[in-house]
Structure formats: C-alpha cells, structure tokens
C-alpha cells in the first residue's frame, strides 16, 4: 500500500528547542503540502512544494519555520525556536499535478503531533 | 476568497439514524473540486470524495451520499443508516483550479460525528 509516512509521531520537547519533521510523500507524487491541525485554528495549509520547488509559504512563521524538500522522497518542517504555541499535529500530504493542475485526492499522513512545554 | 463553511461543529444521533453533514463554499473560479475528508479518532485524514464543478450529479456510495448545489454553493454529505464506526471529524474542502492551483486544499472547520449505540 502506497502511503505517506510521517516522523516522528509524537514529539515532546521544551520550548527553544530546534524540531524536524520528515515526510516521505507517495513514490510517483510531484507535490507535497505541510498542514497544521489545532484546535482553535483548524486545518492550516503551512507550505506547499511542486516538483521540490517551494511555491507558497505565506502560511508559515517565517522567523521560526522552514520548508525544504532535499530531494524527492523526503519533504521536511522545521521549527527553531520552538513554542509552545507550536503545539499542534502536522500533517504531510502528497498528490499529483500535471500540467492542468492537481485534479486528485492529497493523500495525507498520519500526522506528527508536536508538544511544546 | 476561498472559504470554507461547515457550520454543525458537532452532530450526535443514535445508530441506524440517517444524518446530513453540511458544507458551504464559497470561490470565484469557475472550475474548482469538493471533497469530503473524514478523520476517525486514529487522527489520520482519509479521502471519501471529489467532485468538479462541472459535474452536479449526486453521487451514492453505498450508506454514504453526496448532493452538490452550484446554486446554493453547497456540497451536503448524507451518512444513511449511520454506525458507530462512521464516528469522526468531517472535513469539507475546495481546491480552485485556477491561479497555478496545484492543488492545495482548504478546509472547512469540520463536523464531529457521534453516532451512539
């Protein structure tokens, strides 16, 4: 079964500290999204990538948050400093988009949940 | 502006009741997607469904139902014959085809389903 794997899981660490998300996105999918699950705010789209390249991050904190995609089977998130407003699951989700754009499912992860004490 | 609306933020009914899950949408483009996300308590987001702007018919998949409305801007989803298993979050969601759509999501706030025994 063709999935998109998330680590870690879970995550407990202190506010300052430096957090890394991966995603490995489903082999074959050329665009690959960061969501953020809380609560108060709900479903949030972060960041997005197609074939690798960052197309918006306007959903991000900038002075905290990066987006990367090394190469494409990994997708990362990362946090530094962290706080405990970061508190949330993080999703990763991958899809395909041709040249008329992405007319298909995103396929999500099972979530990083990310506590921050 | 793209939104999303899922106005019920919880629904509870007894087993075997049929339930309607209410999704309002709101773009400018004129050719978009729907689609229905349910997230069980494992947390994951599973795909149920997409629909293009193009195509009202309803779509019937076993106990579930879908009735979408370009002229009300909705997309209802009817669970009939509701189990306890089918208790979850329900996310509604609208891609836009147009401006580089790479198919990214936005999501309604989502509907928590409680089906009792």
């Known amino acids: 079964d063709a999935r998109v794997t998330q680590t870690p899981r879970h995550k407990v660490t202190e506010m300052g500290q430096e957090v890394t998300m991966r995603c490995q996105p489903i082999?074959?999918?050329?665009?690959v999204f960061w969501y953020r699950q809380t609560m108060m705010q709900g479903l949030e789209l972060l960041a997005y990538?197609?074939?690798?390249?960052?197309?918006?991050d306007s959903g991000m904190p900038k002075d905290r948050f990066s987006a990367e995609m090394p190469d494409a089977t990994l997708a990362t998130l990362k946090i530094q400093p962290s706080e405990p407003r970061d508190s949330a699951v993080y999703f990763c989700?991958?899809?395909?988009?041709?040249?008329?754009?992405?007319?298909?499912?995103?396929?999500f992860g099972e979530g990083s949940r990310l506590t921050v004490l | 502006a793209q939104k999303v609306t899922q106005a019920q933020t919880e629904i509870s009914v007894v087993e075997k009741e049929d339930v309607t899950l209410d999704c309002v949408y709101e773009?400018?483009?004129?050719?978009?997607?729907l689609f229905w996300y349910k997230q069980p308590p494992s947390g994951e987001l599973v795909f149920l469904i997409r629909?293009?702007?193009?195509?009202?018919q309803n779509e019937i998949s076993g106990r579930y139902s879908w009735n979408f409305q370009k002229s009300t801007s909705s997309f209802n989803f009817t669970i009939t014959a509701s189990q306890v298993v089918d208790s979850a979050v329900y996310f509604c969601?609208?891609?836009?085809?147009?401006?580089?759509?790479?198919?990214?999501?936005?999501f309604g706030q989502g509907t928590t389903l409680q089906v009792k025994p």
């Open positions: 629909r293009n702007s193009f195509d009202e």
């Open positions: 082999l074959g999918h050329n665009t």
């Open positions: 990538f197609r074939n690798r390249a960052p197309l918006d």
């Open positions: 989700a991958s899809g395909w988009a041709g040249t008329r754009g992405n007319t298909g499912e995103l396929f």
């Open positions: 969601a609208l891609s836009e085809r147009g401006s580089g759509n790479t198919g990214k999501l936005i």
């Open positions: 773009t400018r483009d004129t050719t978009y997607y």
